[in-house]
């Protein structure tokens, strides 16, 4: 059974920092994608970032600059260091899985991936 456990969400005010982790079991890690993806009240989930088996990395414009994804195989772990937090980061964050190898606007859809976390709330006040 496939199981991602996303922590370290809270609240920090506009300019801080946080680092989202996510535990994966019951896969062969280092064999998927692993992406992050957001959402906020009323809104659709969108894409933050990818990271390939091979360590490739995406990032939505939005965070690229402020975000980035790294993934530790040893530990079957994906993280976001997220900083210079904006208040519309404000969402709850997902942590996925994709087995495939994934080209053009397909890293960023969210029906390319198998698994789902549960998520994390991130709140960032202004």
């Known amino acids: 059974q496939v199981q991602l456990v996303e922590s370290g969400g809270g609240l920090v005010q506009a300019g801080g920092s946080l680092r989202l982790s996510c535990a994966a079991s019951g896969l062969t890690f280092s064999n998927y994608n692993m992406g992050w993806f957001r959402q906020a009240p009323g809104k659709e989930r969108e894409f933050v970032a990818r990271?390939?088996?091979?360590?490739?990395?995406f990032y939505a414009d939005s965070v690229k600059g402020r975000f980035i994804i790294s993934r530790d195989n040893a530990k079957n772990t994906v993280h976001l260091q997220m900083g210079t937090l904006e208040p519309e980061d404000t969402a709850a964050y997902y942590c996925a899985a994709d087995s495939r190898a994934r080209y053009s606007s397909l890293r960023y859809s969210a029906s390319s991936y198998d698994y789902w976390g549960q998520g994390t709330q991130v709140t960032v006040s202004s």
């Open positions: 990271i390939t088996s091979g360590h490739g990395t």
